[in-house]
Structure formats: C-alpha cells, structure tokens
C-alpha cells in the first residue's frame, strides 16, 4: 500500500523535484526493507536455544530434545552426538535418535562427524558417525557435518557410500585449496562469523550455506557479510531456504 502512494506521488507533476528525489529515496528504502523482511535468512546451525529466528536451525543435546520438541511451537532443530561425545554414546542413545529423527521438527542430523581432537578413537567416531549417516538417509534429512582434521577421510566416505542426502560441513574456515576439493566431491560448504574470505569467494552460491553456530552477532550480519565477499546482493544467498524443509510445525 505505502510503495503504491509512493509511487503515485513520485509520478505526479506537480511535485517539485527536491521532494520526488526525497520520495524516490524513501521509495527504495521501503523496497529493501521489503526485501529483508520476506527473504528467509536460514540459520543452518545454532547453539542458541533462544534464537528468534523462525529459520534457525537449533542444535538440540539428546536428553533435553524430547521436553523441547513438545513444547515448541514453529521452531526446527537439529539432532545429533558430536564426535567429541563419542566415548559417551550407549546404544540407548543411538536408539533414542533414531526415534527422535522422524519427529517433523527435526529438520536435520548432526552435529556429527570426526575431530582429531575428539578423546574417542577414530574407529569408534566413524561407527557413531555411520550410524548417524543412515539415520539421515532413512529420514530424508540432510546432514551437519562437523570435521577437524579428517577431511580425506570424509571425502573418501561420502565417494564410497554415495548419500542421497545433503552434507554440510558446517563452521568451515579452512582453506580454499581444501574449499575446491570438498565442492568437487558435492559437499555444501557452511560459513559463519569466523571465515576465510579465499574460501568464501571460491565457493559457488549454490554450495553456500550460512550459520550463526555459538556466536552472538545476528544472522543478518553475517549473511550481509558474505554478501559482500561474493558481490552479491543478500538475496542471492537462499541456497539454505532449498535444503530443509521448513514446513509450518
Ligand atoms: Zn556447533
């Protein structure tokens, strides 16, 4: 209503043209206000329990997972066992995740994958991580990688088990050397406050995904950020929106 008026007055004569340039701005102001308040800025992975945007996707830990998928309302979260909680792991737990997963809220598994710095050993986070990988096959639902040191081997796993799912590796800051490699083999690549602008700028937009993980600084920054590495507009940056289904729950 308020861009018709607008444009309305900006087209009457009679306006003198110090108040048509006024108008014009104010015009634009409201196009892009417009644009930020209907363009989905997907927060593909955060700790913050709290978050207030309808596009983050909340990192939920497994023993509190149940009380909060009851009482949310319009919220999506992940699920999954980190590779630094993988001495932890009973099977009860894989057993209650893989329940958990089919919940509509859950729109994602993981965090989960291989760190080098986990106290587990690598066999026992790779069978964690198996478990997890057909958890996320069997669901439908694409997966949030966390990877620290062992990228050959991610690499090597996704070209021998061929997953119909997305892979995400969430939080990457490495090199575009390794950016290159891990794009090749069809992996999406997920950028946050901390970042490698190389990486950033070699990385496709349909590869790119955006996270606010454990810091504070609002996902719109972020993405405002990347927007400006890649010399595009915010807009451009929706390949998170196609990923998961963000279905009214
Ligand atoms: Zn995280």
């Given amino acids: 209503m308020i861009i018709t008026i607008l444009l ?12 048509r340039n006024l108008l014009l701005l104010f015009y634009i102001f409201n196009i892009q206000n417009q644009g930020m308040t209907m363009f989905k800025f997907v927060d593909i992975h955060t700790h ?32 999954g066992i980190h590779p630094w909680d993988v001495h932890r792991v009973e099977s009860e737990m894989i057993q209650m995740l893989e329940k958990l997963a089919f919940n509509r809220k859950i729109i994602a598994i993981g965090e989960c994958g291989l760190d080098k710095y986990s106290v587990a050993t690598f066999e026992a986070q790779m ?32 070209k021998t088990l061929k997953p119909s799912q997305a892979w995400i590796i969430h939080g990457f800051r490495g090199k575009p050397e390794l950016a290159k490699q891990l794009i090749m083999s069809g992996f999406y690549i997920s950028y946050g406050e ?21 810091s504070s600084v609002p996902i719109q920054e972020i993405y405002k950020n990347i927007a400006t590495i890649k010399f595009c507009n915010f807009q451009d940056l929706g390949t998170s929106s196609t990923l998961f289904e963000f279905n009214e729950c």
């Fill in 8 to 19: 309305f007055l900006i087209k009457v004569r009679k306006v003198s043209s110090f108040y």
């Fill in 48 to 79: 913050n329990i709290n978050s207030t945007n309808q596009y983050a996707i909340i990192n939920l830990k497994l023993n509190d997972a149940q009380d909060r998928l009851d009482l949310s309302k319009h919220e999506y979260f992940s699920i």
């Fill in 127 to 158: 069978e964690v991580f198996e478990k997890q990988i057909i958890i996320s096959e069997n669901t439908q639902k694409p997966i949030i990688v966390h990877c620290v040191g062992y990228f050959n081997e991610l690499i090597n796993l996704k």
């Fill in 194 to 214: 901390k970042l490698n602008i190389q990486s950033v700028k070699i990385t496709p937009l349909e590869n790119l995904c955006i996270e606010t993980d454990e």
